[in-house]
Nanobody
Framework: QLQLVESGGGLVQPGGSLRLSCAVSGSTSDFYAIGWFRQAPGKEREGVSRITKSSSLTDYADFVKGRFTISRDNAKNTVYLQMNKLEPEDTAIYYC????????????????WGQGTQVTVSS
């Protein structure tokens, strides 16, 4: 079983930047990919980005391409999401999640979830 803990959220003005971290512990070899998701009140949870543990294959949702960058440091068992040019529409709780087997942007493909970190983009 894995445990995931997000950090790095906060309040930022439009155009600003934040870097989120996802610390993974437990059976750290027991996953294939880490994904970042976000959910705003009353809205569906949506995939933001994802990365494989070993190969660093990455993918991004269209609404963050060119603004967000996902990376990982396997030695630290940590995955990062660098968020630049933040917009009010990016306001949400951001979650990291681990998939044992799948390369997918769907939340249903992920087996372990963190508690989330709040990102608020407001002037």
């Amino acid at each position: 079983q894995l445990q995931l803990v997000e950090s790095g959220g906060g309040l930022v003005q439009p155009g600003g930047s934040l870097r989120l971290s996802c610390a993974v512990s437990g059976s750290t070899s027991d996953f294939y990919a880490i994904g970042w998701f976000r959910q705003a009140p009353g809205k569906e949870r949506e995939g933001v980005s994802r990365i494989t543990k070993s190969s660093s294959l990455t993918d991004y949702a269209d609404f963050v391409k060119g603004r967000f960058t996902i990376s990982r440091d396997n030695a630290k068992n940590t995955v990062y999401l660098q968020m630049n040019k933040l917009e009010p529409e990016d306001t949400a709780i951001y979650y990291c999640a681990a998939s044992r087997l799948f390369w997918s942007g769907a939340a249903s493909a992920y087996d372990y979830w963190g508690q989330g970190t709040q990102v608020t983009v407001s002037s």
